[in-house]
């Protein structure tokens, strides 16, 4: 592990102390902790002092050292040893950390830190001229099916392109990073295949196209399976067809097994029209459908809403979050289960999330859950 050193004493401020909303949090925080285990408090309050500054300063470290009843060499040590604590100032509106491990650098992690370089600084922990922006090369951060990618902040950015970084940079160094969606920067959801999901899609031709396989692979299993007629020279003696059952089978065999066939044929075409156990679209509990409007709300920002379950509430006539929010339990139980996802409404609480965005968006849900949606 490199040696991580305190920033120059030119750097340092004289004095650190937490603003009123930070100083109430850390008093809470501490409180959390049984009496004489207060100092495990160490790691929040450093990662508090780190979000309010930039970074983590000596004299956040003395004061923080003092609130939990410890000595500054103690909690030096736990800033020096974890590499998300910036021991130096960064960037004051964006500290890109690209991470360099195996996965990102097989998909082009090099090219994002040729872009930092080229854009903010050729070394890194080194701000640009108007001390801005400032990057780092990190270890994994966590995304590797999306790579590459880069975290600014506490959100991650992935399924880069040098070019997608530029804009990304561009836009923080002019102060609407908060425009910018974090998350994949491709058409796809979370970790999900590029253009949405490409198996377990229920769709009716590929449940047809699986039946005829059905049918035809038992089909020749049964056939496969039949005995085969002994050759002349191990066949019995006996003339008499009627009473050797040798000479029975071969004749007998293949009409069971085209009987069997017929029966699996059968049910196999069947399966497909089974019902899977979906309420009625005409029962009394479906929750009320609208018209589409010109601008129908983001029903994905719900967390447990993705793009196919969007796709069915639409379906069903559901295009705002003001619907959701007014479902009563009976409606909720059936969305649920046309759904096929029980409990998926209350356990992720699409009522409060829905409430909290017809209310004031992002905002309201960032207010009311202290995270953006999603």
Wanted: aromatic share 6%.
């Amino acid at each position: 592990m490199s040696v991580r050193r305190l920033a120059e004493d030119q750097f340092q401020p004289a004095a650190f102390a937490f603003n009123d909303e930070n100083a109430a949090w850390a008093d809470k925080t501490i409180q959390k902790y049984p009496e004489g285990r207060q100092q495990s408090a160490v790691i929040p309050l450093l990662m508090r002092a780190q979000e309010q500054d930039g970074w983590v300063t000596r004299a956040a470290i003395e004061k923080i050292a003092d609130m939990l009843d410890m000595a500054y060499i103690r909690v030096l040590e736990v800033a020096t040893f974890y590499t998300q604590f910036q021991l130096g100032p960064v960037g004051t509106r964006a500290h890109i950390q690209v991470c360099g491990t195996t996965p990102c650098m097989l998909r082009g992690s090099e090219n994002l830190m040729a872009v930092c370089k080229s854009k903010i600084h050729h070394h890194p922990f080194e701000r640009n001229a108007e001390g801005t922006l400032s990057w780092e090369e990190v270890e994994c951060l966590g995304a590797c099916v999306n790579a590459p990618m880069v975290m600014i902040g506490k959100d991650t950015y992935e399924d880069l392109t040098p070019e997608r970084l530029e804009e990304i940079i561009d836009t923080f160094d002019a102060g609407n990073g908060a425009s910018i969606t974090p998350g994949p920067q491709i058409d796809r959801h979370f970790s999900s295949p590029e253009g949405g999901p490409t198996s377990l899609t229920d769709e009716e031709p590929k449940k047809k196209a699986s039946a005829k396989k059905v049918v035809a692979e038992a089909a020749t299993a049964q056939v496969d399976a039949a005995p085969v007629p002994p050759s002349e020279a191990a066949r019995p003696k006996s003339t008499d067809a009627e009473t050797n059952a040798a000479l029975k089978t071969p004749v007998t065999a293949p009409k069971a097994a085209a009987k069997n066939v017929k029966a699996v044929e059968e049910q196999a075409v069947a399966a497909p029209a089974t019902d899977a156990g979906k309420p009625s679209l005409s029962d009394k509990n479906r929750p009320a459908g609208i018209e589409k409007p010109a601008t129908p709300d983001d029903l994905k920002l719900i967390s447990g809403v993705g793009p196919k379950i969007e796709g069915t509430l639409h379906e069903l006539g559901i295009f705002t979050f003001a619907q959701v929010a007014g479902w009563k339990k009976a409606e909720r139980e059936w969305v649920d289960g046309y759904l096929n996802f029980k409990g998926r409404i209350e356990r992720d609480d699409w009522i409060k999330q829905a409430k909290a965005l017809a209310k004031g968006g992002e905002a309201e849900y960032i207010k009311v859950f202290g995270k953006k949606p999603r």
